[in-house]
């Protein structure tokens, strides 16, 4: 798919030759190449240097999976997710299997998998994310009240044992959202407006108010595990901050940036965000000021209306 000019700010640098001795010549850094996402108008560039790249996405109740450069549609699947590094990958079967929901772990390469029942129709579990050694991945349970679905616990899997716990958790926010801490011995969700820190077994380990709620993406922990990314409240006019994990004080205020999505730490200092600009929705890489500083995607108003979430994985 051709991209549309002026998507992509590419960057020229100017070099000094110095007369130095050198045994061998560095290797030569591959240029970044635009993949069109199957099924989308979404193109996403890719740099062989970066430290995340998409191995998922979602569009609409579609789920594709990455296979080498490309991706594949998982017709039998509403979600599915890697784990980092790699290797192994958890999806969602679209419908009940024996009055069961399910997850399917996959092997990326394959499409082959063991199935592992979570719960009992009519609860869903949903939303994966993985811890960040790819041992077991967390799925937050929701049951229907009224017209609407909220949230009763979480479903925990061992990718290991290949097994599944369920836990009610009590007092929960219908709206929290359950995934791994950085480290992962806890596990952290929304909770009125703050964050709150659980244990596995759905204790309460810690809560931080007004936080805001936790960031998007697969993990709202910078890569050192310091730095907890939420968007700010409702009461700040800044729209994202990063909150100290252990006292629970604000980090910082990123300013200016005003994001549709938060998809993650790329690293320390920068965040992925989808910025709107016009009919072009852009997946950035953003600063701690809010300056976006590369396009790592482009899309349509048409495929983000549609529900497109890309899940980058670190490698």
């Known amino acids: 798919m051709a991209v549309t000019p002026g998507i992509y ?36 560039r890719e740099d062989s240097a970066d430290p995340l790249r998409v191995t998922s996405y979602g569009f609409g109740k579609a789920a594709y999976l990455r296979k080498g450069a ?18 192994k990958a958890l999806a969602v079967p679209a419908s009940y299997n024996g009055g069961y929901d399910s997850v399917v ?22 939303y994966v994310h993985w811890s960040r050694n790819g041992a077991k991945a967390v799925l937050t349970v929701e049951r229907k009240s009224g017209t609407a679905w909220v949230t009763s616990g979480f479903v925990i899997v061992d990718a290991v044992a290949k097994t599944a716990k369920t836990v009610t958790v009590a007092n929960v926010d219908p709206a929290a959202r359950f995934r791994w801490s950085s480290d992962g011995a806890e ?56 909150w100290d994990r252990t006292s629970g004080k604000l980090a910082a205020k990123v300013p200016g940036i005003k994001p549709k999505a938060l998809w993650g730490w790329w690293d320390e200092k920068h965040f992925i965000a989808v910025v709107r600009a016009g009919d072009v929705y852009r997946v950035v890489l953003s600063d701690l000021r809010g300056t976006p500083t590369r ?20 490698r």
């Open 187 to 242: 596990l952290v969700a929304e909770y009125r407006g703050g964050t709150r820190f659980y244990g596995p077994d759905g204790e309460v380990r810690r809560t931080f108010a007004k936080t805001g709620r936790p960031g998007g993406g697969e993990d709202v922990f910078t890569p050192s595990g310091r730095g907890l990314m939420t968007w700010c409240p409702s009461t700040y006019a800044e729209h994202v901050c990063v």
């Open 105 to 126: 772990l996959l092997d990326p390469a394959t499409s082959r998998g063991t199935r592992i029942r979570t719960v009992r129709k009519p609860l869903v579990a949903h």
């Open 295 to 314: 396009v790592l995607a482009a899309m349509s108003a048409d495929d983000w209306n549609r529900r497109v979430y890309l899940s980058y994985t670190r």
């Open 70 to 87: 490309g991706f594949t549609l998982q017709s039998a699947y509403q979600e599915i997710t890697t784990a980092p590094k790699g290797g």
């Open 9 to 44: 700010r590419l960057l020229a640098f100017s070099v000094i030759a110095v007369p130095v001795a050198v045994s061998a010549p560095p290797a030569a850094h591959a240029a970044p190449v635009d993949l069109a996402l199957p099924g989308t108008r979404v193109t996403v």
